[in-house]
């Protein structure tokens, strides 16, 4: 299994700016896709950004298209999420999420390794 820590949340204002980031480690991370999901309060976990093996293949999630952009860095063991024009409605606890196999999923139960999350609040 591979260990997961995630950085880079915290408070900004509406139309700013972040990147996270998702260290992982303990195994070969190019054998895994990988993905963002983040939860709101009182809400499900939800998709929103998913990447294959390779970075070839991404799927985002509609409320986050064309403001998002995922990548990972193979030889750093990292993933990232670009996040521009923050809106209120992005406040939520962000997790990183691996699986074993190359194709990006967004199902969320396809995902066997989890990130303690990081807190990303936008305020309006």
């Known amino acids: 299994q591979v260990q997961l820590v995630e950085s880079g949340g915290g408070l900004v204002q509406a139309g700013g700016s972040l990147r996270l980031s998702c260290a992982a480690s303990?195994?070969?991370?190019?054998?895994?896709?990988m993905g963002w999901f983040r939860q709101a309060p009182g809400k499900e976990r939800d998709f929103v950004a998913v990447?294959?093996?390779?970075?070839?293949?991404?799927y985002y999630a509609e409320s986050v298209k064309g403001r998002f952009t995922i990548s990972r860095d193979n030889a750093k063991n990292t993933l990232y999420l670009q996040m521009n024009s923050l809106k209120p409605e992005d406040t939520a606890v962000y997790y990183c999420a691996a699986r074993i196999g190359t194709a990006a999923l967004i199902d969320r139960r396809a995902y066997d390794s989890w990130g303690q999350g990081t807190q990303v609040t936008v305020s309006s």
């Open positions: 303990g195994r070969t991370f190019s054998s895994y896709a």
């Open positions: 990447i294959s093996w390779s970075g070839g293949t991404t």
